[in-house]
């Protein structure tokens, strides 16, 4: 047994038969999981913050915050088993996975994730760079998430070639510092003389014919392309390992052989060298492309690299196949296309193009002559041009950076994308962003000083504003995403926006760490953004700055186009890897199934399930285990609500005494904020409800569940509370009320949950009213489920004022819909009641204030 088990059963075992604990005690052990979770989060936004350039870090630093998270996520379970015991152990499990992961990393073993041996390229996620590598993860989410045209195919994954490299016995032999010349060639020859295990034939022959079907041809041909760890990132890799065109299936074993091979030739390992990257460094998986029949190839950059202050993008074409081109063996056109729309031509060489390369029938490819009519004509049309260019742009704006496109257009006039990658100009892209200064006051503000840097950078483009999960589905890459709230549901727009503006929300959330991630500009807190900014408004989000502009600042995107040297670095390298087992959030829905301990990949993983599930385990403890050991007190309203209450500590003035206490004497931020809600003038209705027999002999035979059969929906209606929390449990004639709220002067803390069910009518009268209580809370932004006469509504992340606005927003609809059911005869009824709950609400504030 290990060390660590031995520790994991000192904790839990013996506890499945734990005495009750008094909520007090439980409540406490609740905070502490609050303050831990804050702790986990802030050091996820410190950590991500080292990858934006800002900070000089070192390895010890790396070591010390992965240590630190280590022991609060550890004790974050900790307490969640305090809570409820036994009841989630996998998190240990998830817990020891993910911890031995960033271990190995910090000591210099990076870990080749557990993945399928081959992965077609439609099931590749975002995720996934260091399953199926650098260049492969890049076309795959160009076709996957942009919806731009890719070659079909799938990937040998860095799995498979770990696998293949220990079946050979050769993983330990490239592991060795310094791997030598002499060593690489000895190994190339290992790699030549070696066979794929079983497993992994049978994989790759299983994909083999999966794309044949897919094709609807048996005889398929394919380009088999490197795609190491790394490649087509900050270091390209260029030219440094083979491809092979046009290769038959029959080939393939040898031609992924040769590939893998190459990442041991000469150059390959001088090139690591140079760039100070370890063979420890080294994974490679292996892209199979059905060939492309092309009818023209060749290379896009997105900015001229060489007169980048010209806003031109450089298209370089050549008849068939692309190859010769890349490799500089002949030249092609070249055209000159403004950035901006219309994308106009500002400049065009046409070659004399006499030869081309043309795949081969059976394999292999050949050189051909260019028909007569084709050698001095232009390769593409204009109207093929913007196609291009559009294309292209979608691409640069998704990756945020200029880019090193390779194309082809197929015999149905297609573009297909062969490879992104970024195009490296920091020093040509210094020289445009001498004087922002001046620059930017030819533009307008619209927003300065407002809000928090969540994540640093510049974005601009249009708006588009995200008000439920459907607004997410079709977002278009480039825009900047703009909502109320701060939510990890957001997570699915994250990658092709911009930017992020929301109204209200926390710089160290989740869905700011998703932002970090991405590296998406993030400013929080704007207040007005979702009523300010106008759907499709171009904008330009300066998160250095903390500015918002009218209109696209051309001089600030190219300012986001720099890149520091700092990212070529180890230390750089290493902590984008530990980030990759810590900051990515894959739990983004409670109600999905992999929103459990075994679907925890990371730390934030692991820290979002244990908050979600300690609010719950919280919330739906039973009566008995909430006033073991307390002694009561009630509160003397002005309306008859016979509320008791129970003071886990600092909800009372010290002063209060005797068995009753005044609302005054409340100093809990939650129940101050909902009783004054349900005491405002006009809510609580004193007036007799008449009730027709057919209702009342409907809730006198309905039944409820037996969670509502507990006493504490038999007459007492009670507080826990304390100066942050309030859990109320209230039965107002024959419908049950449940608030729990957290209110704090930490954000990230701040929750409110809402639950309404019952009442005295039939059931379609009830279900008006639950109709009434969604739309009315969706009117003040909480999250709203509505299942039959069940309604519950959740918001969090708010700042303290905003909560409390919200809690007496929620006292408000318990005391105005406490009877209304019986008067819920027609639809109508709906609308004129939520037309006079907003006149009562409006009448309130303005009393207040």
Not at 683 to 692: A, H, I, L, R, Y
Request: glycine share 8%.
């Amino acid at each position: 047994m290990s060390f660590f088990d031995k520790l994991k059963n000192r904790f839990t075992s013996g506890r499945g038969r734990r005495q009750r604990v008094p909520f007090v005690i439980l409540f406490k052990t609740f905070q502490g999981l609050l303050e831990k979770n804050n702790k986990i989060l802030d050091s996820i936004a410190a950590m991500g913050d080292k990858l934006g350039g800002d900070y000089v870090f070192d390895k010890n630093y790396i070591l010390s915050s992965c240590q630190e998270m280590s022991d609060l996520v550890y004790k974050l379970i900790y307490d969640l088993d305090t809570i409820a015991p036994n009841k989630y152990l996998n998190l240990y499990d998830a817990f020891q996975r993910i911890n031995h992961e960033i271990e190995e990393e910090l000591a210099g073993r990076p870990i080749i994730a557990q993945a399928d041996y081959v992965i077609p390229f439609e099931t590749i996620s975002r995720d996934s760079g260091d399953v199926v590598g650098g260049k492969i993860a890049n076309l795959a989410e160009v076709n996957n998430i942009l919806g731009v045209p890719a070659p079909e195919g799938f990937v040998i994954t860095t799995t498979a070639f770990k696998a293949f490299m220990e079946y050979n016995g050769i993983w330990n032999r490239v592991r060795e510092e310094p791997l030598t010349v002499k060593a690489g060639q000895e190994v190339r020859a290992l790699v030549e003389q070696g066979s794929l295990p079983a497993e992994l034939r049978r994989a790759l022959q299983k994909s083999i014919e999966q794309l044949q079907l897919a094709a609807g041809d048996k005889k398929l041909l394919l380009a088999v392309r490197s795609s190491a760890w790394g490649e087509d990132g900050i270091h390209t890799f260029a030219g440094q390992f083979k491809s092979f065109l046009n290769q038959p299936v029959e080939k393939l074993v040898l031609s992924y052989k040769e590939v893998i091979g190459s990442a041991y030739s000469p150059s390959a390992i001088e090139y690591r060298r140079s760039k100070g990257i370890s063979e420890d460094e080294v994974a490679m998986a292996v892209g199979c492309q059905v060939t492309v029949d092309a009818k023209v190839s060749g290379v896009l950059y997105t900015l001229d690299p060489t007169t980048p202050e010209r806003e031109v993008m450089v298209i370089n074409a050549v008849w068939g196949l692309g190859a010769p081109l890349v490799s500089g063996e002949v030249p092609g056109d070249r055209y000159l296309l403004n950035r901006t729309p219309p994308h106009e031509v500002e400049g065009l060489n046409v070659r004399h193009k006499v030869s081309m390369l043309a795949p081969k029938e059976g394999g292999g490819t050949e050189e051909r002559p260019v028909p007569e009519e084709l050698q001095m004509k232009p390769c593409l049309e204009r109207e093929e041009m913007l196609r291009l260019a559009e294309l292209a742009l979608v691409i640069e704006r998704y990756f945020k950076k200029p880019q090193d496109i390779e194309w082809a257009l197929d015999k149905k006039n297609q573009f297909i994308i062969l490879q992104t990658r970024p195009l490296n100009l920091q020093t040509q892209m210094a020289n445009l962003v001498c004087n922002l200064t001046q620059a930017v006051q030819e533009y307008q503000v619209i927003f300065r000083g407002q809000g928090n840097i969540a994540q640093r950078g510049v974005g601009a483009g249009p708006v588009v504003i995200i008000r439920d999960d459907e607004d997410m589905e079709d977002f278009p890459a480039g825009a900047i995403l703009v909502a109320k709230y701060t939510s990890p549901r957001l997570a699915k727009a994250v990658p092709k926006a911009s930017g992020i503006l929301t109204d209200v929300g926390s710089p160290t959330g989740h869905m700011a760490t998703i932002a970090r991630e991405f590296r998406v500009p993030t400013i929080v807190n704007v207040g007005p953004a979702t009523k300010t900014l106008k759907p499709g408004q171009e904008i330009t989000v300066d998160a250095e700055e903390n500015v918002v502009y009218d209109g696209r600042v051309k001089e600030l995107c190219y300012y986001e186009f720099t890149e520091e040297p700092f990212e070529e670095s180890y230390e750089y390298r290493l902590i984008s890897r530990v980030l990759k087992k810590i900051a990515p959030l894959n739990l983004l829905n409670p109600h999905e199934k992999n929103f459990a301990p075994e679907g925890c990949r990371t730390f934030h993983d692991i820290t979002r399930f244990v908050h979600e599930k300690a609010v719950e385990e919280l919330l739906n403890l039973e009566f008995h285990e909430k006033i073991m050991g307390a002694s009561a007190k009630k509160i003397k309203l002005s309306i008859p609500l016979g509320l008791m209450v129970i003071d886990m500590g600092g909800g009372l003035e010290d002063s209060t005494e005797g068995r009753e206490v005044k609302p005054d004497q409340v100093v809990s931020l939650p129940l101050k904020a909902v009783l004054e809600g349900m005491t405002t003038p006009g809510m609580w209705s004193t007036e007799p409800v008449p009730v027709d027999l057919g209702s009342f002999m409907s809730s006198l035979t309905r039944t409820f569940s037996s969670s509502l059969a507990t006493p504490k929906y038999l007459g007492l209606n009670l507080a826990m509370i304390s100066k942050e929390y309030m859990n109320l449990s209230l039965r107002l004639g024959y419908h049950f009320n449940i608030i729990d709220a957290y209110i704090s002067k930490e954000v990230n803390d701040n929750y409110a949950y809402f639950r309404f069910l019952g009442g005295v009518t039939d059931l379609q009268r009830r279900s008006r009213r639950a109709r009434l209580l969604a739309e009315l809370l969706e009117a003040h932004d909480f999250r709203v489920d509505v299942r039959g006469d069940l309604v519950v509504g959740r918001i969090k992340k708010l700042n303290a004022s905003g909560m409390i606005g919200k809690m007496k927003i929620l006292g408000h609809l318990v005391a105005f819909t406490r009877q209304l059911d019986v008067t819920m005869v027609s639809d109508a009824e709906v609308e004129s009641s939520k037309e006079y709950f907003d006149r009562l609400t409006t009448e309130a504030v303005a009393k207040r204030n």
